[in-house]
Structures are given as C-alpha cells and as structure tokens.
Nanobody, 124 residues
C-alpha cells in the first residue's frame, strides 16, 4: 500500500508561482513513476506532468511546458511540481499519482494510487 499526500496549494495572482509537494509513504513508494494530474470544476481530470522512476526523465502536457517543472527526491520519497507564470486557467485541484506504466503516463489508466489533491486558485 502507498499513501500520497499533497501540499502547497493556495491562492496566487496570475503570473505568480507555487510549489506543490507530494509525500509518498509505503514500502514500495519509490518504485512507481510519479505523475501530476489536475481537475478543474466541470472538467475531466487531465495530465500535467510526470517523473519516471529510475532515470528521472520527465513528461509535460503542452499547456504547461516551459512553465512547470516536476522533480523527485527519492531519498525523501517526495515529488515536487514547481509552477511558474501561473494563469487563471491553471486553477484546479492538483492530484499526485503513483503510476505503473510510463508508456501510458499521460492517462489515468494505470494509476495505482491517488492522493486526495490540493487546490490551486489563480486569480486574474
């Protein structure tokens, strides 16, 4: 069993920055690819970013490329999402996910565990 706890969300003005954290606990927490998804009101959950287990390579949604950076600290079993140049359309609940398959990392199909989410609100 893996538990994921997100933190770092909040209210920020457009153009500002936030850093989200996801603390993973559990015996096998380090063996998963870690991804971030978000869900805005009335919309489906969508992929944001991911960090691969092992080599630490990353993948980003086109909408956040160049603005968001995901990283992981394996020693601390923590994943981060640094969000710069935030826009009102980035407003959503952000979820951390432990994913089992890199080839489908942009989908929710192979997510083994979800965090409860943290709300990010970007005001215009």
């Amino acid at each position: 069993q893996v538990q994921l706890v997100e933190s770092g969300g909040g209210l920020v003005q457009a153009g500002g920055s936030l850093r989200l954290s996801c603390a993973a606990s559990g015996r096998t927490a380090r063996n998963y690819h870690m991804a971030w998804f978000r869900q805005a009101p009335g919309k489906e959950r969508e992929f944001v970013a991911a960090v691969r287990w092992g080599d630490g390579s990353t993948n980003y949604a086109d909408s956040v490329k160049g603005r968001f950076t995901s990283s992981r600290d394996n020693a601390q079993s923590t994943v981060y999402l640094r969000m710069n140049s935030l826009k009102p359309e980035d407003t959503a609940v952000y979820y951390c996910a432990a994913h089992t398959r890199w080839s489908t990392i942009t989908t929710t199909n192979d997510v083994a565990y979800w965090g409860r989410g943290t709300l990010v609100t970007v005001s215009s």
